[in-house]
C-alpha cells in the first residue's frame, strides 16, 4: 500500500471515530513498511531504547529490508510478540516497581499499532483525561484543578492497587470491539497482551495486566479508563444541581441594616441634622460590617447547589465535590463499585479516602488544598444611591485552589541526591563529580535544580518552599569544588564570584564562555507551556527533526567508506546510562562522539571489532 494512502486513510479515522462508526480496514494499514519506519524513528530515540529484550539483540544493526520483513510477517500473520524481559527499578516508597521490556521488533510493531490507536481515540478521550496524550502533561492536569475547582469542600483521593497488573484482558478487548471493527487487528494487541514474562529465564503466562515499559501500554491503559471518564461524566451531569448558592439570612439582614443606616445619614445631612448623630451612625455601620464580614454572603452549605469536579493523569485520579461529607462518601462508594464491577479493579482501602478540600490532597507530587486569603482584602468602586461612588472593601474570594509543594518531596530529592542535610543547610561532597571540571559541575547541577523547580515552578510559593534546597545545593557544588581542587570553600566561592552572580569561565576553540551558575531567581514562576521540565537543546530539537535515520538508510550509501552495494544497517552507539558502571571518563567521553550513523555490513563488523581506520571511529563510538 503506497504511503499517501496510508497518511490518507488515517487522516480519516479520527472523523470517523467522532462520528461513532466502528472502524474497519486497520490491519491492511500494517501492511505498510511506512508504519513501521516511522514506528522505529520514534522508538529507537525514547528514552531506554538501548535495553535489550529477551533476545539480547538491539537497535545497533537496523535494516530497511527488516523493517520491510517485519511488515510482511505481520501482514500474513506469522508475526508472533515474544515474551517482555522483567526488570525492577525502586520506586520513591523504597518498594520495586516491575517493568517489562519488549524486543526490538515488538517495539516497533507496539508503536506501529498505536499510531492508529491514537488516531482513533485521541479525539474521543476525555478534556479531563492529561496522562500520557500529545499537548498534555501533569501540569495541564493541575492547571485545569487550580482554574476550575474553586470552592469544593471535599477531595476524594482514589488509589487502584496495581493497575498495569490488573486491566482485564477480556473486558480490554470488549472495549476496543467497541470501536474497532476488525477481529485480525484486534486478535494482533491480544497476541501483545498474552505474550507472557520472562523473569529470571523463567517464563509465566499474561492472563491480565500490560507491562510497563511497552509502546502500547499508556494507550491501552487510558482506552481501558475511558469508562472511568464517562462514568464520571454521568455521574456529574446527575450530581449537578442548581446555578448560584442561596443567599444567607444573615448576611442580608446585615446588608439591609447597613443600607437602612446610610439612607438614615443621607436624610440627616439633607436636613441639616448635626454632625454628632451622622458619626455615631457612621460607628454603628463600621461595626456591624465587620460583623458582616466574619459570614459569607451565601449559604456555603447550600443543599440545593452541588458540583462534581474530575481530573485524571493516567491511573492516578481527583474528585472534587461541593457538597455535604455525606455526598462525597457516596461519590467514592460509587467509583469504587464502578471500578470493581465494570472494570474488575480493587482499590487500596488505605489510601482512597474523603478529605476535607481545606486540610488538601496530595495528587501528582503537589499538596492540593483550598485555600482562604487571611487578609482583610482590597478595596473596591461601588456605586452610591443618588450618584456617584463610594471605597469598599471586597473580600477576598474562599476556596481558591492552591498548589503547594509538599516538604517531604524536598526532602527526598535532597536524600537522594545526597546533597547534604536540608535542616543543618549543610551541603555534602558528592564523589561522582570529583574527576569533573567546574564547568561540568556547574551544568550538573544546573540542570538538577532547574529540572526540579520547573516541574514545581506551577506551585504557589515555589521559591520559598525550595529556597533553603538551593542554599544546600550551593554549598554542596562549593565543598565538591574545594575537594577537587583542594582549597578552602570559601576560595572556591570566590573563584566563582561573577559581579553579582556565580559562574565559570572557560576557553572553547579560543573563545571566552561563561557557564552562570543558575539559581531560583531565575525561575520564571507560571503556568509551564510544555510537556518537558527542562529546555530543549538545539541539538535535541535537530534530532527530533524529519531528516532521521530512514531517510540516510533509504540513501543507500555508506557514510564510512561511501560503498553504494550494501546491505546497509544503523549503528546505533551504547546509551550513556550503559556505561555509568564504568569509568567516568570513558562515559564523558562517550557524551561526546555519541552518534547514528548508516554503515555497510563489512564497516560495521570493522567498528565493532575496533578495525575502522577510515576516520569515521571517532564519530560513531
Request: charge should be positive; charged fraction near 30%; proline fraction near 4%.
Given at each position: 500500500m503506497q504511503t499517501a494512502i496510508i497518511l490518507r486513510r488515517l487522516e480519516t479515522l479520527p472523523a470517523l471515530s467522532r462520528a461513532g462508526k466502528r472502524v474497519n480496514g486497520l490491519h491492511r494499514l500494517l501492511r505498510s513498511s511506512h508504519l513501521y519506519e516511522r514506528a522505529y524513528v520514534k522508538v529507537s530515540r525514547n528514552r531506554g531504547a538501548a535495553t535489550p529484550g529477551v533476545d539480547g539483540q538491539s537497535f545497533d544493526g537496523m535494516t530497511l529490508e527488516r523493517l520491510a520483513n517485519l511488515a510482511r510477517q505481520v501482514a500474513d500473520g506469522t508475526y508472533r510478540p515474544r515474551p517482555v524481559r522483567r526488570v525492577y527499578i525502586p520506586k520513591g516508597n523504597g518498594k520495586m516497581r516491575p517493568l517489562g521490556i519488549p524486543t526490538v521488533d515488538d517495539r516497533i510493531v507496539q508503536e506501529a499499532a498505536r499510531i492508529v490507536l491514537a488516531q482513533i481515540y485521541d479525539p474521543v478521550f476525555s478534556k479531563h483525561s492529561h496522562g500520557f496524550r500529545t499537548g498534555r502533561s501533569c501540569h495541564t492536569a493541575l492547571e485545569e484543578i487550580r482554574n476550575t475547582w474553586t470552592g469544593m469542600k471535599w477531595l476524594i483521593e482514589v488509589d487502584v492497587r496495581g493497575f498495569f497488573d490488573n486491566i482485564d484482558h477480556d473486558i480490554l478487548l470488549r472495549l476496543l470491539s467497541k470501536r474497532i471493527d476488525d477481529p485480525r487487528f484486534i486478535g494482533l494487541i491480544e497476541r501483545m497482551l498474552k505474550a507472557g514474562v520472562m523473569d529470571d529465564w523463567m517464563f509465566e503466562r499474561t492472563y491480565s495486566g500490560t507491562p510497563q515499559g511497552g509502546v502500547i501500554s499508556p494507550l491501552l491503559a487510558n482506552i481501558y479508563l475511558h469508562e472511568l471518564d464517562e462514568f464520571m461524566e454521568e455521574m456529574r451531569v446527575g450530581f449537578d444541581q442548581g446555578k448560584t448558592r442561596r443567599a444567607n439570612p444573615a448576611y442580608t439582614r446585615l446588608s439591609r441594616q447597613i443600607a437602612d443606616y446610610r439612607a438614615e445619614i443621607d436624610a440627616l445631612r439633607a436636613g441639616g441634622a448635626d454632625?454628632?448623630?451622622?458619626?455615631?451612625?457612621?460607628?454603628?455601620?463600621?461595626?456591624?460590617?465587620?460583623?458582616?464580614?466574619?459570614?459569607?454572603?451565601?449559604?456555603?452549605?447550600?443543599?440545593?447547589?452541588?458540583?462534581?469536579?474530575?481530573?485524571?493523569?493516567?491511573?492516578?485520579?481527583?474528585?472534587?465535590?461541593?457538597?455535604?461529607?455525606?455526598?462525597?462518601?457516596?461519590?467514592?462508594?460509587?467509583?469504587?463499585?464502578?471500578?470493581?464491577?465494570?472494570?474488575?479493579?480493587?482499590?487500596?482501602?488505605?489510601?482512597?479516602?474523603?478529605?476535607?478540600?481545606?486540610?488538601?490532597?496530595?495528587?501528582?507530587?503537589?499538596?492540593?488544598?483550598?485555600?482562604?486569603?487571611?487578609?482583610?482584602?482590597?478595596?473596591?468602586?461601588?456605586?452610591?444611591?443618588?450618584?456617584?461612588?463610594?471605597?469598599?472593601?471586597?473580600?477576598?474570594?474562599?476556596?481558591?485552589?492552591?498548589?503547594?509543594?509538599?516538604?517531604?518531596?524536598?526532602?527526598?530529592?535532597?536524600?537522594?541526591?545526597?546533597?547534604?542535610?536540608?535542616?543543618?543547610?549543610?551541603?555534602?561532597?558528592?564523589?561522582?563529580?570529583?574527576?569533573?571540571?567546574?564547568?561540568?559541575?556547574?551544568?550538573?547541577?544546573?540542570?538538577?535544580?532547574?529540572?526540579?523547580?520547573?516541574?514545581?515552578?506551577?506551585?504557589?510559593?515555589?521559591?520559598?518552599?525550595?529556597?533553603?534546597?538551593?542554599?544546600?545545593?550551593?554549598?554542596?557544588?562549593?565543598?565538591?569544588?574545594?575537594?577537587?581542587?583542594?582549597?578552602?570553600?570559601?576560595?572556591?566561592?570566590?573563584?566563582?564570584?561573577?559581579?553579582?552572580?556565580?559562574?565559570?569561565?572557560?576557553?572553547?576553540?579560543?573563545?571566552?564562555?561563561?557557564?552562570?551558575?543558575?539559581?531560583?531567581?531565575?525561575?520564571?514562576?507560571?503556568?509551564?507551556?510544555?510537556?518537558?521540565?527542562?529546555?530543549?537543546?538545539?541539538?535535541?530539537?535537530?534530532?527530533?527533526?524529519?531528516?532521521?535515520?530512514?531517510?540516510?538508510?533509504?540513501?543507500?550509501?555508506?557514510?564510512?567508506?561511501?560503498?553504494?552495494?550494501?546491505?546497509?544497517?544503523?549503528?546505533?552507539?551504547?546509551?550513556?546510562?550503559?556505561?555509568?558502571?564504568?569509568?567516568?571518563?570513558?562515559?564523558?567521553?562517550?557524551?561526546?562522539?555519541?552518534?547514528?550513523?548508516?554503515?555497510?555490513?563489512?564497516?560495521?563488523?570493522?567498528?565493532h571489532g575496533g578495525r575502522l581506520t577510515s576516520g569515521m571511529e571517532s564519530r560513531v563510538h
Open positions: 454632625d454628632a448623630e451622622v458619626r455615631n451612625l457612621l460607628k454603628r455601620i463600621k461595626a456591624v460590617t465587620k460583623e458582616r464580614q466574619a459570614c459569607s454572603s451565601v449559604d456555603p452549605m447550600d443543599p440545593n447547589f452541588r458540583r462534581l469536579r474530575y481530573c485524571r493523569y493516567a491511573d492516578d485520579f481527583l474528585v472534587g465535590v461541593i457538597g455535604s461529607k455525606a455526598d462525597a462518601k457516596r461519590i467514592r462508594a460509587e467509583i469504587e463499585a464502578f471500578l470493581r464491577d465494570r472494570l474488575n479493579l480493587e482499590v487500596s482501602p488505605e489510601k482512597t479516602r474523603v478529605s476535607d478540600a481545606s486540610k488538601g490532597s496530595p495528587f501528582l507530587g503537589f499538596h492540593v488544598c483550598a485555600f482562604t486569603l487571611r487578609s482583610a482584602g482590597s478595596m473596591a468602586g461601588r456605586p452610591k444611591v443618588g450618584g456617584g461612588s463610594r471605597r469598599v472593601r471586597r473580600r477576598p474570594t474562599r476556596g481558591n485552589i492552591k498548589l503547594w509543594v509538599p516538604r517531604s518531596r524536598v526532602y527526598g530529592f535532597c536524600r537522594r541526591k545526597k546533597l547534604g542535610n536540608l535542616d543543618l543547610r549543610n551541603g555534602r561532597v558528592r564523589p561522582q563529580f570529583l574527576d569533573s571540571s567546574v564547568a561540568e559541575m556547574v551544568i550538573a547541577y544546573n540542570s538538577e535544580l532547574r529540572g526540579l523547580a520547573n516541574y514545581y515552578a506551577i506551585a504557589d510559593g515555589v521559591k520559598s518552599s525550595l529556597n533553603g534546597l538551593e542554599l544546600v545545593m550551593f554549598r554542596s557544588l562549593l565543598a565538591t569544588i574545594a575537594s577537587r581542587q583542594r582549597i578552602t570553600r570559601a576560595r572556591a566561592m570566590a573563584n566563582l564570584k561573577l559581579g553579582t552572580d556565580y559562574g565559570v569561565k572557560t576557553m572553547v576553540r579560543g573563545e571566552l564562555r561563561v557557564q552562570m551558575l543558575w539559581r531560583l531567581k531565575h525561575l520564571n514562576a507560571r503556568p509551564w507551556q510544555q510537556s518537558v521540565v527542562d529546555n530543549t537543546t538545539v541539538g535535541s530539537r535537530l534530532a527530533l527533526s524529519t531528516n532521521d535515520i530512514i531517510t540516510r538508510l533509504s540513501a543507500r550509501e555508506c557514510e564510512s567508506c561511501g560503498d553504494v552495494d550494501g546491505p546497509f544497517e544503523a549503528h546505533h552507539p551504547n546509551r550513556l546510562k550503559d556505561k555509568r558502571r564504568g569509568p567516568m571518563t570513558a562515559w564523558k567521553q562517550s557524551a561526546r562522539r555519541r552518534v547514528t550513523v548508516v554503515l555497510c555490513r563489512s564497516c560495521h563488523v570493522h567498528l
